[in-house]
């Protein structure tokens, strides 16, 4: 019979180790023989999981060009060489040989800096093949290898546990759930969910307790990873914010450009003026319509806002998705290692008659007289002997509730490694999910006491007394301890209980479990990060909604949410919402949208549940930020609008999939990422308006000059030279301001607010007004009082433009704000721009060949402060209909 891949077997759990084994037509003893394994890597592939392909070169450099404005550019690259304007085109071509190039080069150095952190090898496991226990890479593995499982182990494919000796395996990877999963070989029920399958390990998690053998029953894309990394790169990823409104502004500015063009064209040739000039000045005027400096200053905005942030340990893989944090409204974050240390730790104490709760935040519990109190003793006691942490090279190793005992201990001030040492093991019974706990029996000096910890229930049973003030009492009250433990539980506590007795001799057996004397219940959890609460009040004061989306259990995910500030202290339904009761999201109710859309935590959710949460908040308007690092976190990291995955202890696949990397692992890095964000938002508004007015002050010069029979105020080169001097480096200066301090104190924008909001397009209509007033003010001037020749009328207006344009600049700063200590005037970068291009008019003033180009002639002392006068009239007109709050 040839082996198929109809042989993967459905809902192995159901089915008994003999049943499956079977099945796959492999041997619980010897493994899959040569030629079997042959067959199956021919049907099953390697045992892979399914990748995204990335990026080539040339699809980043392609990707670059897709932009509307990129697009009118080229046209007039064009249009230029056809009417024999070299200089023009090649002007406006390097240009966007500039905008291409710093994307580029950005966009590369970020994919090489995710190609340094993506780990290199191949996991190694221990198979079973002809009865020959063999080494081998994971990607050889096929349905029907045994393999050997061992403490410190990654799982490399699904398997069905055949044989399991203590075997606990921490699945947060896959599950989120942050404690280790006891595991064992029994059936279960066929409904059961993929985070209470104790009899199978799962590809990807981890082995920190025991040892086991299993049967692989799927390898690859077959594997519950990899159907989740598959689910990932199927979900579509939405354009960013910034992309949608650019292009929206983009689309809007070639439909003006193409009305204004036509209508200048129209006017002169009815005027009877020079067609072949009219249409050279209209092709001028729709470059100076389009901001050809728009996608040049955004980019490297962009680009700054990237380096500055990789400053901060803080990768980001696209240029966009700076912006895109400062947008956001929602971060959806999982819970294990994002918000908490992914590390137990002891939280609550209880003992005889006293009650300790938060024991590392409150040292002073532990004073001399509370070290006194035998059951203090014994616990502490029970927790370093009862242990298997061992070290090696002063690194700890051991189960994550031995560890945590450890550090407790030495926080109390004991100290485990002199303890064990002056109490040496004689004997142990291990841990068993049966039995549901462990008991060593130690040596003191001439007798022996035996220690158990474990699960409550097993723990009690074997005692008869218990400790109290003191004292050794009948155990008769647990009834009430069970009361207890239940209340640690429901607070997300995990509880281990703990007992011991006085021996004189060393028991002849392992059946030493009965008459123990009870201790008292230590409760455990995951602490929250340190830094995590007061950034969650960053986000609340910056109108961002905080969203916790867990596998984890709800009890859990409240107690961490309460403690970092997520959750109030009073709960209400509302609030939490299980992964159990999330229905279809195509057929829910408006009812219970609503109740959804409110929620702060997901507890017990899938990888499907989160992807479906994520989307149900965006076709609500929301802008959703997603922050992961397991493979279960992919498919949502990658159908947020930005994806955000941890560097250090991050998966690669969840690296691979995010938009942003925190190489730091701080979950503060975010706050710092969101502020630049909403920082470049702003700037990127400031030199839209700043582009805008000066542009659409040309327009409007040229065309009134036309309407009234004037000479022009503008040529077609001093078109494109104002566009490439006076527009390029104010604009970029603009766009390197480091923001207002209280960024983070202010709400995020709406989601659908446009780069263009109808109070900016009336700031920037009254800036190109008051720049126009100054231009036409000087034409006429220069034409009925001066009464000077049309070339030197065209110089007037011509340099009055360039400086009126350059006091544009301190025209941006909000009305409120002082008009000379503001973002802009702060900022080191404006001083420069207007340096730089007062120098380069200067160039083209006295370098012959260029004034010849420009149409320049020589200008007398008192011309040059009659330009001054009027260049500085148009910041007074403005500033003048900004305080009486015309305008922002």
């Known amino acids: 019979m040839t082996f198929s891949s109809q042989k993967i077997i459905q809902k192995p759990h159901t089915l008994t180790p003999e049943e499956v084994v079977k099945q796959l037509e492999s041997d619980s003893t010897l493994g899959l023989t040569t030629k079997q394994v042959k067959t199956r890597i021919e049907i099953f592939g390697k045992n892979k999981l399914p990748e995204e392909k990335s990026k080539n070169t040339l699809t980043i450099l392609f990707e670059q060009l ?24 090649i002007a406006i071509l390097i240009v966007i040989i500039i905008t291409v190039a710093i994307g580029f080069f950005m966009e590369l150095q970020a994919l090489r800096s995710l190609e340094t952190l993506q780990k290199m090898g191949q996991s190694i496991t221990k198979v079973l093949r002809g009865g020959i226990l063999l080494h081998l890479k994971s990607s050889l593995l096929v349905p029907g290898d045994l393999v050997i499982l061992e403490a410190g182990d990654v799982v490399t494919a699904d398997a069905r546990l055949i044989y399991s000796e203590s075997l606990t395996v921490k699945e947060a990877v896959l599950t989120g759930e942050s404690y280790p999963i006891e595991k064992e070989i029994a059936v279960l029920p066929t409904n059961t969910p993929i985070s209470e399958l104790n009899n199978m390990v799962f590809r990807g998690t981890l082995v920190t307790k025991g040892m086991a053998k299993a049967i692989v029953i799927a390898t690859g894309k077959h594997t519950e990873l990899g159907k989740i990394q598959q689910l990932g790169i199927t979900s579509k990823k939405t354009r960013t914010p910034l992309e949608k409104k650019l292009t929206n502004l983009s689309k809007n500015l070639i439909l003006l450009t193409l009305i204004l063009t036509i209508l200048i064209i129209i006017t002169g040739y009815f005027r009877g003026n020079d067609f072949m000039l009219i249409l050279q000045t209209g092709i001028a005027l729709a470059v100076a319509s389009i901001p050809e400096g728009l996608p040049i200053v955004a980019t490297i905005a962009l680009a700054q806002g990237m380096l500055r942030l990789s400053k901060k340990q803080v990768i980001i893989k696209k240029l966009e998705a700076v912006q895109t944090l400062g947008a956001t409204t929602i971060i959806c974050t999982d819970k294990t290692g994002t918000l908490t240390e992914d590390k137990m730790k002891v939280h609550t104490l209880v003992f005889e008659n006293n009650s300790f709760e938060n024991v590392y935040n409150k040292k002073e519990y532990f004073s001399i007289e509370t070290k006194k109190l035998k059951g203090f003793k014994e616990m502490v006691l029970a927790g370093i002997l009862c242990n298997d942490v061992f070290v090696s090279n002063q690194h700890k190793h051991g189960d994550a509730i031995d560890l945590a005992l450890n550090d407790f201990a030495e926080f109390v001030g004991f100290k485990p490694h002199l303890i064990q040492k002056k109490y040496p093991e004689k004997m142990e019974i291990a841990f068993d999910t049966e039995r549901k706990m462990m008991a060593t029996v130690n040596q003191f000096n001439s007798a022996f006491k035996i220690y158990a910890k474990g699960a409550f229930e097993s723990i009690a049973a074997c005692c008869d007394t218990m400790l109290s003030n003191g004292e050794i009492i009948p155990f008769k009250n647990k009834e009430k301890w069970i009361q207890k433990v239940d209340n640690l539980a429901s607070k997300g506590l995990r509880v281990l209980a703990f007992a011991f007795k006085d021996v004189e001799k060393l028991p002849a057996c392992e059946n030493f479990l009965h008459q123990l004397t009870f201790i008292g219940i230590i409760g455990f959890i995951d602490p929250p990060r340190e830094d995590v609460k007061a950034t969650i009040s960053i986000y609340k004061n910056a109108g961002i909604r905080v969203i916790m989306m867990t596998g984890d259990h709800p009890g859990t995910a409240k107690k961490v949410a309460q403690e970092i500030g997520l959750l109030p202290q009073h709960i209400t339904k509302e609030m939490v919402v299980l992964g159990k009761d999330l229905s279809a999201f195509e057929t829910i109710s408006e009812e219970k949208k609503a109740t959804l859309l409110n929620a702060i935590i997901f507890a017990r959710v899938t990888p499907k549940q989160k992807l ?25 990291l990658k159908k947020a609008d930005i994806g955000i995955a941890m560097g250090i202890r991050g998966t690669e696949a969840a690296r691979a999939t995010a938009d942003v990397i925190l190489k730091d692992d701080k979950f503060t890095s975010i706050e710092l990422s969101i502020h630049q964000g909403r920082a470049i938002f702003e700037n990127i508004r400031q030199f839209v308006v700043y582009l805008l007015s000066s542009n659409l002050a040309e327009i409007i010069s040229v065309g009134i000059a036309a309407l009234l029979n004037l000479p022009s105020p503008l040529l077609p080169l001093q078109i494109l030279f104002l566009n490439l001097v006076t527009d390029i480096f104010p604009a970029l200066a603009l766009g390197l301001g480091k923001g207002e301090k209280d960024l983070m104190k202010k709400p995020p924008r709406l989601p659908n607010e446009p780069i263009m909001t109808t109070k900016l397009w009336n700031a920037t209509i009254i800036y190109g007004l008051c720049v126009t007033a100054s231009v036409l003010g000087i034409t006429l001037y220069s034409n009925y009082i001066l009464k000077l020749p049309s070339n030197e009328i065209n110089n007037m207006a011509f340099f009055t433009l360039i400086f009126a344009q ?6 941006l700063p909000k009305r409120q704000e002082s008009f000379f200590n503001n973002e802009v005037t702060s900022n080191k970068w404006i001083w420069v721009a207007i340096v730089i291009c007062i120098v380069i008019t200067c160039i ?3 370098t012959p060949l260029v004034a010849i180009a420009l149409s320049i002639s020589p200008l007398t002392i008192s011309k040059l402060i009659t330009i001054m006068l009027f260049g500085f009239s148009s910041l007074l007109l403005a500033q003048f209909i900004k305080r009486i709050g015309w305008t922002i």
């Open 844 to 846: 083209a003033y006295f």
């Open 612 to 636: 479906d949460i994520i989307t149900l908040f965006q076709q609500n308007n929301a802008i959703v930020g997603m922050i992961g690092d397991g493979v279960n976190d992919v498919p949502a």
């Open 806 to 811: 350059l006091f544009n600049v301190f025209n």
């Open 66 to 89: 897709l932009n509307p404005i990129i697009y009118i550019l080229l046209i007039a690259v064009f249009l230029a060489l056809i009417f024999r304007d070299w200089l023009e085109g």
